[in-house]
């Protein structure tokens, strides 16, 4: 079975650090494209960062310089670290795979979210 | 940076009527970049469709895309109770790379 699952979440105050782990299995993990999305207490979905399967990586412009996204593909796991937090990094965080080479842009599988609360 | 405008915001309807769920972009976005999702209460997104016309895995055929340019819909021919959720188009840009809608809340009337 595909599966996403997400930890590390917590309570952590403004000015603190996080680090999110997203366990991947029953697919070819090193071969896809990973995301992280988050999303508000009663708000809508927001990107955060994307890292390709040669680990090159993307950030959303409210966390460049903030968060790093990062994987292992011998432990099939990915990484988000969050430095210098805010109270508006408050959420539910998901990570989200993207196959790679079909000519399309999606996200195929989703964990089932960890949660941030910075206070 | 693209932004996308999702309406109506709320729609309600009633089962086995039809909705249709519109996003428009504020550019040109490729057909092949636009994906729908759907998110029920205290559950992750479901991809629907991809490409903005390609129904992923396991979704049912009732569930229909279409569009390009700016304006791309998401029609649910003949609604089942549990479609009643929140709808997010997203699309794949340069910078950033990816965006979604503020979503549609598609409730029962």
């Known amino acids: 079975e595909v599966q996403l699952v997400e930890s590390g979440g917590g309570l952590v105050q403004p000015g603190g650090s996080l680090r999110l782990s997203c366990a991947a299995s029953?697919?070819?993990?090193?071969?896809?494209?990973m995301h992280w999305v988050r999303q508000g207490p009663g708000k809508g979905l927001v990107w955060v960062s994307r890292?390709?399967?040669?680990?090159?990586?993307t950030y959303a412009d409210s966390v460049k310089g903030r968060f790093t996204i990062y994987r292992d593909n011998a432990k099939n796991t990915l990484y988000l670290q969050m430095n210098s937090l805010r109270a508006e990094d408050t959420g539910v965080y998901y990570c989200?795979?993207?196959?790679?080479?079909?000519?399309?842009?999606?996200?195929?599988?989703w964990g089932k979210g960890t949660t941030v609360t910075v206070s | 940076e693209i932004v996308l405008t999702q309406f109506p915001g709320t729609l309600s309807l009633s089962p086995g009527e039809g909705a249709t769920l519109s996003c428009r972009a504020s550019q040109s976005v490729s057909s092949k970049y636009v994906a729908w999702y759907q998110q029920k209460p205290g559950q992750a997104p479901r991809l629907l469709i991809f490409g903005s016309s390609n129904r992923a895995t396991g979704i049912p055929d009732r569930f229909s895309g279409s569009g390009s340019g700016t304006d791309f819909t998401l029609t649910i021919s003949s609604l089942e109770p549990e479609d009643f959720a929140v709808y997010y188009c997203?699309?794949?840009?340069?910078?950033?790379?990816?965006?979604f809608g503020q979503g549609t809340r598609l409730e029962i009337k």
């Open positions: 890292i390709s399967d040669e680990s090159s990586t």
């Open positions: 989200a795979s993207e196959p790679t080479h079909t000519g399309y842009y999606y996200m195929d599988v």
């Open positions: 997203q699309q794949y840009g340069s910078s950033p790379p990816n965006t």
């Open positions: 029953g697919f070819t993990f090193s071969s896809y494209w």
